[in-house]
């Protein structure tokens, strides 16, 4: 009997790494939304990774997560990297190409809960009605990823996440701008 488990085991387990293994090798998530603004004012939020702690889905989902900046405010070679809770875990982004106003690339390196690197693609396109921005993730996919993509669809908890960073950048975008508070005149008698 004991042998007879331990074969179905086994066997589960063959059949397991054959799924595994036969899953996509790269994994792609693309997600575009228009921002009521022109590409020149769309431009500087996305290339001040400090910026985007204003309208990343993932700054608000750990208002603990530390966060730390190196190298340029802005642009290529611009820093961050955070330490946070499982949900948004521990990484790096860096800026590699900043070109204003239309593109701006970075590569993400995830250390925690999963490591994984993964090539992020911002490009703003003039349009009716403001600046389309079209957000790209590309990675590769190991064998821990093509696991855990058998229970958890990956394209669309991220893309869901980018379509929220779209809608926090909007407001962002949109916001009027505050008044500085009118100081009070005083009269010389």
């Known amino acids: 009997m004991l042998k007879k488990i331990l074969l179905g085991l086994a066997l589960v387990i063959v059949v397991f790494v054959i799924v595994v293994a036969t899953r996509p090798a790269e994994f792609r998530v693309v997600r575009a939304a228009t921002i009521p603004a022109a590409p020149d004012a769309v431009f500087p939020h996305i290339n001040d990774l400090k910026k985007w702690q204003e309208w990343s889905p993932w700054a608000k989902i ?44 970075i ?19 003039p349009e009716a009605g403001g600046t389309q921005v079209t957000w790209q993730m590309d990675s590769k996919n190991g064998f821990a990823a093509k696991a855990f993509g058998l229970f958890v669809d990956c394209e669309k908890m991220c893309g869901d996440q980018f379509e929220q960073g779209f809608k926090n950048l ?14 009070k005149a005083t009269s010389a008698n």
Not at 63 to 92: H, L, M, Q, R
Not at 170 to 183: M, S
Request: hydrophobic content about 35%; glycine content about 10%.
């Open 62 to 105: 750990d208002p603990n997560c530390k966060v730390a900046f190196e190298g340029p405010v802005e642009g290529s070679g611009a820093k961050f990297s955070w330490s946070g809770n499982n949900d948004v875990g521990v990484g790096t982004m860096t800026i590699t190409e900043s070109k204003s106003p239309d593109t701006v690339r």
């Open 170 to 183: 909007k407001d962002v975008i949109t916001k009027p701008a505050t008044a500085a508070p009118a100081t």
């Open 107 to 125: 590569k993400l390196a995830f250390l925690k809960p999963m490591e994984g690197d993964s090539d992020v693609v911002l490009t703003l396109k």
